[in-house]
């Protein structure tokens, strides 16, 4: 695992000694981290590599999940469809499974922190204990919330309203709430499996075990298979680029354990590759950090092709690997992907193809376009600056009393 001080020739020294002069403050206290799934996805991405260094800085963390069974997760993903807008049928009968689930993790989960950080709205009605034992609440909201399915979001608000604070990842993703909001980014640690640099014989080694030739540009997409990551639409796209680019197309995803529709999904997705020889499909078991790092690092061109989206790590970590990406204008992608300056944005399935020809036919202008996007996640999307802003929201809810007298 890698130490802070590995972090100075990427960020600076003076970034990190930041670092240790905020954690300073926060001596003693114990941060919670609670989601639902320990893999899978980008929260429990980021929690691996966050908590390791909050606890190198000195600042005490530990991370929870709630357990849940299938009916449980099949209810809160019908929420995540709908937070995000999609169209979801949501009747009485999801509400009552919810909260079944709730009632369970409730009775169950261990409050040790002196500040409970609680992601997205599986765990939320944790909060439900602040009467009881009292302590800073934060409510951390991954999705985008801007268009939500206003029943589920108002069923959410009972909640939401307890909660000291809430974060997101971007102003454009929330919504007016009576609490404190703060705006935080999401970040990549570029010093993991998934991101450090790797040696051309590791690359050509996972693209053997795939059985991936390199005969042609590769096309990659990683994502959990999930409609919203629009896996089939991506195959569709491929199909227009191959009239006049041959290339292959790797898709590689994996499931949570949270995500009880992912299997199906897996299945349209092979249905629709037709057992075509230039698609490969790949589940890929959790973990498989390495894998996904020499997948992208091989790629001509990433595509993040999906309806919806959160932030979008896996378009982070295909601009801090240079790589050219074409990505939906969804979510958080248009604060990673400045349309032909660091990647090109797409909003249709003749767009992406369109686009991704565009890369395939200009490798000079693709290569441009990478090296813009590394800059810009240096700048504004890795590890050490969640760090600080996550110090700053910690610090600022521990002297919200001196804010007050002030
Ligand atoms: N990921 C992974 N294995 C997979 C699919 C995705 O490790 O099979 C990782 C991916 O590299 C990224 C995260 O999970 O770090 C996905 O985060 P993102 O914000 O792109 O999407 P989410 O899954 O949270 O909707």
Known sequence: MPSLSDYGPIVGTQTLEELRLLAGQLQGKMIQ??????????????????IPLFKEIGVESCWEVIKGGERFFWATKKFHNALHGSPEEITPEVFDVYLQGAGEYLKEMPLKGDILFIHDPQPIVLVEKKKETGRKWIWRCHIDVSNPHPEVWNFLRRYIDQYDASVFSSPAFSQPLPIRQFMVA??????????????????TEVLRKYEIPRDLPIVTQISRFDRLKDPVGVIK??????????????????????????????EEVRQEADKDPLIHVLLIPSGSDLEINALQRASAVVLQKSLKEGFGLTVTEALWKAKPVVASAAGGIPLQVAHKYSGLLCHSIEGAAYALKQLLHNPGYAKRLGENGREHVRQNFLLTRHLREYLLLFLSLEHTEDLIRL
């Open 33 to 50: 981290h609670v989601n639902s799934t320990a893999v899978g996805g980008g929260v429990a991405e980021i929690l691996h590599r966050l």
């Open 186 to 203: 999401p970040s990549i640690d570029p010093l993991s499996e998934k991101n450090r640099e790797i040696p051309e014989e590791t690359i």
């Open 237 to 266: 796209a491929f199909r227009m680029v191959q009239k006049t680019s041959r290339c292959r197309l790797v898709l590689g995803g994996g499931t949570a354990t949270d995500d009880p529709e992912s299997n199906q999904v897996l």
